[in-house]
């Protein structure tokens, strides 16, 4: 630990110093027995001050969490020479808090080890390392502080807050595995499609007994078979808005990962494309290990400058599978991820973008040239969201404070009147 | 508080003139600890001392003094309980009550010194230069012995 004399030392010596040789200079005995007290005191508390050589250990109850959920983490600590007060600290990341008391004071007799339980606040998603401590004790006599910054962290993923879905994007083409969406096509499913004439090889529990009835003749049912559907998430990470502790990026990552659970749970693959300053991409694939890798994935997302220009031919080509749906989570902030979108358009991916809007995060300046410039600034996102529609792209926005559901309903709606040019 | 404004009373009882250097010294204590200044405290401490000394004026050995001294002592330990309590850390419950009873002990056992050395400078033990050279050894050398140490154990 890191030993320092405190102020106190120094004013005890000082008043020590004062009061003898005042007394020597003024020849008055009172004024050396007035100094007296503190000269014993440092006489008797330098000696016995010694290093309380304090260990720590840190059990977090967990090591993975939820956004706005609590954890209780217990720090045991243990003293070789007894101190009276020892301050410890639990040293959070921004993103973390405590709930409570942090630091708190505790006595710690010798060679007794006792425990704190500190109670931590998830604010925000991300991958944290959680236990370094600072503790800090004075001696008895309070002369010589001993602080120490004990590093028993290990790894704290907290995940997204999950967005409420009821209803997702169905993509226009499915994929020829089994799963939970209805394909276009006609082939053995349960889903009722059409009646045609029997052929010979048909099943007889697929004559529909009614219409044949009717028809003179036997005809059978058709049914839509039920497949899965790729799903590649596009995570906009140029640029964000942000303010306070909240931003586009946050949103966007709390949608992606909402999005990857519900399509995994419909036995869809889905994959991931992060595309900013640094590319990060996964391959599309199904199962609760690869929701694990989305939301590992998303976990380690930030915001990283960079200037240099990217287009969509950087992502590797078999992260984005042919007749995949890709949804687009984006600010709009940044040309380079706009260029991308539309260039996946052109491509005839099946695309829909959900604008996660900065504006709520751009305050209107007060000054009117500084309006001005707000309102050229909207207007020309507006052109931009005209640009994808005119190209068959649903794009919709969603803003702070309004359900995931909502965007996505109006994706779906456009969706439903709109059909894709090839 | 009440123990320096105490403090700064008695002595202006016998000479009321001084009343103002100890008022000066309570108002620099209050400021430091509702501040969270340690360092105003020794300066508080020293107009105190100060104050006293000059109301000593020309009397002889003031009986007192043990008194006096033990109240500057605990008077600066408290100021500076004080100015540690205005940190973040929350204190369990024990933990005054085991300090109180610590400067209790500390303050009986530095009367009985103080009273030790006023009853030793009451002893007529006959003036020259060789007891004052004794005498002004003797202040030096505990000085000193108060550095050595302290630079001893802040070097450890």
Known sequence: ?422 | MLLAAVLAAVPALRAPSLLALGGAAVFVLLVGVTSGRAFAVPWAIAGLGAEYALALGGAGLDARVPLYAVSLLVTAELAYWSVQLRGTAADEAGIAQRRVIGLLLGATAALLVCTTLVTLARVQLGGGLAAEAAGLAAAVGALALLLVAVRRTSGA
Do not use: C
Not at chain 1, 21 to 37: D, I, M, T
């Open chain 1, 1 to 422: 630990m890191t030993r320092s004399p405190t102020p106190k030392l120094g004013a005890y010596a000082g008043l020590t110093a004062l009061g003898m040789l005042a007394a020597l200079a003024l020849g008055r005995p009172e004024l050396a027995v007035l100094a007296s007290p503190f000269a014993i005191a440092i006489a008797v508390g330098v000696p016995w001050a010694g290093d309380p050589r304090i260990r720590v250990w840190v059990h977090p109850e967990r090591d993975r969490m939820v956004e706005e959920s609590e954890q209780e983490v217990e720090v045991e600590v243990e003293a070789q020479e007894g101190a009276l007060r020892v301050e410890v600290l639990l040293v959070l990341p921004r993103g973390l808090e405590a709930v409570g008391d942090n630091p708190v004071a505790r006595r710690l007799q010798a060679r007794t080890s006792r425990e704190i339980t500190f109670r931590v606040l998830a604010r925000r998603w991300g991958a944290y390392r959680l236990g370094e401590v600072a503790v800090r004790t004075t001696d008895r006599f309070g002369f010589f502080s001993y602080e120490a910054r004990l590093d028993e962290s290990r790894p704290l993923k907290v995940y997204p807050h999950p967005e409420w879905l009821r209803t997702m994007l169905r993509p226009l083409e499915t994929q020829p595995f089994g799963g939970n969406q209805v394909a276009r096509a006609k082939g053995d499913g349960i889903e009722f499609a059409d009646l045609r004439p029997f052929v010979p090889g048909d099943r007889l529990r697929r004559i529909n007994w009614r219409a044949s009835a009717r028809r003179g003749d036997l005809w059978v049912n058709e049914s839509h078979p039920e497949r899965n559907t790729d799903v590649v998430i596009f995570l906009d990470t140029f640029a964000e808005a942000r303010r306070g502790d909240l931003g586009t990026l946050d949103m966007a990552v709390r949608a992606s990962a909402s999005l990857a659970d519900q399509y995994l749970s419909h036995k869809d693959r889905v994959g991931l494309v992060s595309f900013g300053g640094v590319l990060n991409w996964l391959t599309p694939a199904t199962g609760i290990a690869q929701l694990y890798r989305i939301v590992d994935s998303l976990l380690d997302t930030e915001i990283i400058l960079s200037y240099a220009w990217k287009d969509i031919e950087i992502v590797p080509r078999r992260t984005l599978p042919p007749q995949a749906l890709i949804v687009a989570l984006t600010p709009l902030l940044d040309e380079r991820a706009v260029g991308a979108l539309l260039d996946l358009r052109t491509r005839g991916f099946d695309l829909a973008v959900v604008e996660v809007s900065p504006e709520p995060f751009t305050p209107v300046p007060e000054d009117s040239l500084g309006e001005f410039a707000h309102r050229l600034w909207r207007l020309r996102r507006e052109a931009l969201r005209d640009r994808f529609r005119t190209l068959g792209v649903p794009i919709t926005e969603w803003r702070e404070g309004v359900g995931l559901q909502a965007p996505i309903e109006e994706v779906r709606a456009f969706r439903r009147y709109a059909r894709v040019r090839r």
